[in-house]
C-alpha cells in the first residue's frame, strides 16, 4: 500500500527553493496548482516569481486577469521557455525567496531545462487511467534529469481528485509503486472552488463566498511541500 512508504516531508532549503509543477500530460491541473501556491506563498510575505513556461501561456493570462481587475498582486509573473531558460534562473534566484514554474503537459526542452536548477518537480496526475498510463515515460524524464540534477526531488500528487475519495486511494497505490517519486498522502479534489477563483485572478484562499474544503485541500498541499 501507498501509506506504508514513508513520506518525506519538511524539506530544509536556505535561499530562494525552485518548484516545478510539470509532467508530460496536459490538463492535469498544473496552473491551478501553480498560481494557488503563489498566492499563498505571497500572502506569507515571502518574495515570489512566478514562471510561466507553457506555450498556452494560462498562468501569464491569470496574471493579466488580475491586473484588468485592479487586484493587488505582490509577486512577479513573467514568461520563459526556450533551452536557456535554466541559465536565466539562476540569474534571478537570487532577487526571490520562491520561485514556482508552471509547465506545459509535454517533455519539453523548457521543461528538461529547468529541471536541471530546481529543488522539487511536482506532477500532478488525476486519478484517471490516461494518467496514470504516463508514469512510464515519467519516470524516464526522472531518470534523465536527475542524473544532471542530483539534489532533485520529484513527487506526484492526486489532482482533480474523486471528493469521495475512493478512486484517489487506487491511483496512490499505482504511482507509489514507481521508486523514482514519492506520492504525497493528500490530495485536491475536483471542486468548483478552483476554477471560479481561476476565472477571477484569483487562488481559493481569497474566493469569496469561501470553500474551506478547497482551503484546506491547497493549504495542505503547501504545507507538505514548503513546512
Known amino acids: 500500500m501507498y501509506i506504508s512508504r514513508v513520506f ?5 532549503y536556505e535561499g530562494c527553493m525552485i518548484v516545478v509543477l510539470g509532467g508530460i500530460k496536459g490538463g492535469s491541473g498544473k496552473t491551478t496548482l501553480a498560481t494557488n ?11 515570489v516569481l512566478l514562471i510561466d513556461g507553457d506555450d498556452q501561456r494560462s498562468s501569464s493570462d491569470w496574471a493579466d486577469q ?4 485592479g487586484i493587488d498582486t505582490s509577486w512577479t509573473t513573467i514568461q520563459l521557455t526556450g533551452k ?7 540569474k534571478m534566484v537570487k532577487n ?3 520561485i514556482i514554474v508552471d509547465i506545459g503537459g509535454r517533455d519539453t526542452t523548457t521543461q528538461r531545462s529547468i529541471l536541471t536548477v530546481s529543488d522539487l518537480f511536482i506532477i500532478p496526475f488525476k486519478p484517471r487511467s490516461l494518467d496514470i ?17 542530483r539534489k532533485l526531488k520529484s513527487f506526484a500528487v492526486i489532482n482533480q481528485g474523486d471528493v469521495q475519495g475512493s ?12 521508486s523514482e517519486m514519492q506520492c504525497i498522502p493528500n490530495f485536491i479534489s475536483h471542486r468548483k472552488a478552483f476554477s471560479n477563483a481561476a476565472a477571477n485572478g484569483l487562488g481559493v484562499v ?14 495542505s498541499l503547501h504545507d507538505t511541500i514548503y513546512k
Open 96 to 98: 526571490y525567496d520562491d
Open 37 to 47: 501556491l503563489t498566492v499563498i506563498r505571497a500572502s506569507l510575505g515571502y518574495k
Open 8 to 12: 518525506k516531508t519538511h524539506l530544509k
Open 66 to 69: 488580475r491586473d484588468s481587475l
Open 206 to 219: 481569497a474566493l469569496r463566498p469561501s470553500d474551506k474544503k478547497a482551503i484546506q485541500e491547497i493549504q
Open 133 to 149: 498510463w504516463t508514469m512510464g515515460p515519467v519516470k524516464n524524464l526522472i531518470n534523465e534529469v536527475s542524473s544532471i540534477n
Open 167 to 178: 478512486d484517489n486511494s487506487q491511483a496512490m497505490e499505482i504511482l507509489s509503486e514507481c
Open 84 to 90: 536557456s531558460s535554466h541559465s536565466q534562473i539562476e
